[in-house]
């Protein structure tokens, strides 16, 4: 189960209230974030919900609100269709076939908040998209970028930019023989003849998925607007871990904008909307799971209080 470092203060600062650390102790074990340490403000925590959107201090205190009752039912972020599109190339295809983005912009961060996101980034990584292989993300700094954005796949040799944390241009080669995550990921391309690539208007790389990002769209405390990517093996994939870190970043009150994606053949889609998905659920079933003689009423309310918006219809829960 995947371990997080959350700062006391800025979780209390998303909860809108100071909960004493000794409370927090208790309460968090109850919404399945068991508490391994607390030391110099700072909880570490193994979350033991299968919630990739918990992987983050934003996603814990999200949870937290309907738990303590501050907030009730599903959260409501405002998105609209932004300006920024992203065209795909029929190279990619056989490589990683899917893209989802959005943008964020008024964005404030603090190195603790961009610690929480590359945090929540890596974690998104190692569970959701499996070591990278079924999906990897990337985050970038959109005043430093220049739309339209490619998505495309180039030989090697075709190759070269400077890696982010690197100090010069690296071929493709180098990028995977000499850095860390090249070494680490190599093996995700080291049978493609063509490598995924996300470049701008003006042939600027943003990252060469799934490996790395660019030194030169790097994201700092400077950073106000995000240009957020996911490339993968699957359009569900590629769209959940897009919309879990769009969603953190609204909770602390980023404006989300979906991207429209066009893919060869004419074929479009607006991702990073951040749409809720709907599953249908018996309430007899639930007092049959858990022992209990629950009314729909109550399994309502506590529904509710996971931050799931519920309707009763014909005897079935329906929830979003």
């Known amino acids: 189960m995947p371990t997080l470092e959350v700062n006391y203060r800025d979780l209390c600062s998303l909860l809108g209230k100071e909960i004493p650390a000794s409370e927090l102790e208790y309460l968090l074990p109850l919404v399945k974030c068991e508490v391994k340490s607390f030391s110099n403000e700072v909880f570490t925590l193994e979350v033991t919900a299968d919630r990739p959107d918990m992987f983050s201090v934003e996603g814990v205190a999200r949870t937290l609100k309907g738990f303590l009752g501050l907030e009730s039912g599903c959260p409501k972020y405002r998105v609209k ?20 983005c959005c943008v964020v912009r008024n964005v404030r961060f603090t190195d603790e908040s961009v610690a929480q996101l590359m945090q929540l980034q890596e974690k998104l990584h190692e569970t959701l998209c499996r070591r990278r292989s079924k999906g990897s993300i990337g985050i970038y700094d959109l005043e430093k970028v220049k739309p339209p954005i490619t998505y495309t796949a180039l030989k090697p040799e075709e190759i070269c930019f400077t ?37 701008d208007s003006r042939g600027q790389v943003l990252s060469m998925p799934p490996i790395i990002n660019s030194e030169e769209t790097k994201v700092t405390v400077e950073t106000r607007s995000l240009f957020i990517d996911t490339t993968g093996l699957s359009p569900e994939t590629v769209e959940e871990a897009v919309n879990i870190i769009a969603s953190s970043l609204a909770e602390r009150g980023g404006k989300v904008e979906a991207v429209l994606v066009e893919y060869p053949g004419g074929k479009r889609v607006w991702t990073g909307t951040l749409k809720p998905s709907t599953m249908t659920l018996n309430p007899s079933m639930v007092s049959e799971v858990l022992g209990l003689n629950l009314k729909p009423a109550e399994v309502c309310s506590l529904l509710r ?9 014909r005897e079935r829960l329906q929830a979003v």
């Open 81 to 100: 269709r932004g300006s920024v599109r992203v065209k795909v190339s029929r190279n990619v295809k056989p490589i990683r076939p899917y893209i989802a």
């Open 163 to 199: 890696p982010l944390d690197e100090a010069r241009p690296m071929t493709a080669r180098e990028i995977l023989t000499k850095t860390a995550k090249g070494m680490e990921y190599a093996h995700l391309l080291s049978d493609k003849p063509r490598y995924p690539l996300l470049v």
């Open 305 to 313: 209080r996971m931050r799931f918006d519920v309707k009763l219809k």
